[in-house]
């Protein structure tokens, strides 16, 4: 896909995966719709991709509120004449035993990480045909694939927008729009700095750069799908799918270790 001067709207933009996407969007002169529920980091990201010759609009908007998902479609079309892109990277986690965890937060993840993305794809559907080549990219995680305990809101959700990418790209198959599934590992972004996990618990952290780097080239080659993790987690996804029992034993070896570490673990 040839990303010059295309339409993008970017939920999530104010940092993160999200802020360095929106850096590498502007090398290709994109024209940038940067969504979030802070108008300051937005600014922020929205002045760097300006510097770098790309183009921004900010746009504050709380994505679980009535009305939202429509209003910042809107927002990208009306201000930049289309939509060609759409990347659906905000969300939240909560970590902690299932029993632990609110009503309000097993809510709050659904609806940013599940509903959000369905809701602000539907919207952008008609803008993303008219486009002609038009794509969206939704922003998973690496625990879709291999379900961790303590993570189970979490993984739920995230492998709802899996599996709704990928119905939607087998729905939209020869109309001219495609969909690409990321699937980060730990990532170095405020929404972990409240986890205590590490490598020693099976989280091997990398850089929202290279995650963003990722997803860009993933955007060019027109890829179905970025999982990254490297070797360690292949290993572990293969052997999910083979002997998922053998995940079970391996994990249990770390369970006590792993609920102290992320006990505390929320973006909320």
Do not use: C, W
Request: charged share 20%.
């Amino acid at each position: 896909m040839d990303l010059q001067q295309r339409s993008i709207l970017l939920t999530g933009g104010g940092s993160g995966i999200g802020a360095s996407l929106a850096l590498r969007l502007a090398t290709h002169a994109a024209r940038l719709t940067l969504v979030g529920r802070h108008e300051g980091p937005l600014e922020e990201v929205a002045a760097a991709v300006r510097a770098a010759g790309g183009e921004a609009q900010v746009v504050t908007a709380d994505l679980t509120e009535a009305g939202a998902p429509a209003r910042i479609v809107e927002a990208a079309v009306e201000h930049f004449g289309g939509l060609d892109v759409l990347v659906n990277n905000a969300g939240n986690v909560r970590a902690g035993r299932l029993e632990r965890i609110s009503e309000e937060e097993v809510l709050a993840q659904v609806a940013l990480n599940v509903t959000a993305p369905i809701l602000v794809t539907r919207a952008a559907l008609g803008a993303l045909r008219a486009s002609g080549d038009g794509l969206v990219v939704n922003v998973s995680s690496a625990i879709a694939l291999v379900g961790m305990p303590f993570y189970t809101v979490y993984a739920a959700t995230k492998a709802g927008v899996a599996h709704f990418g990928e119905a939607l790209r087998r729905e939209l198959d020869g109309e001219g729009v495609r969909v690409l599934t990321v699937y980060p590992g730990a990532t170095r972004t405020a929404m972990m700095k409240t986890s205590k996990a590490g490598p020693e618990h099976g989280f091997d952290y990398e850089s929202p750069d290279a995650v963003a780097q990722a997803v860009l080239e993933a955007m060019i080659d027109e890829r179905l799908s970025v999982i990254r993790g490297g070797e360690t987690r292949s290993r572990m996804i293969a052997m999910n799918r083979d002997d998922p029992a053998a995940v079970d034993r391996m994990l249990a070896e770390r369970k006590d270790a792993l609920e102290e570490a992320v006990a505390g673990h929320s973006s909320l």
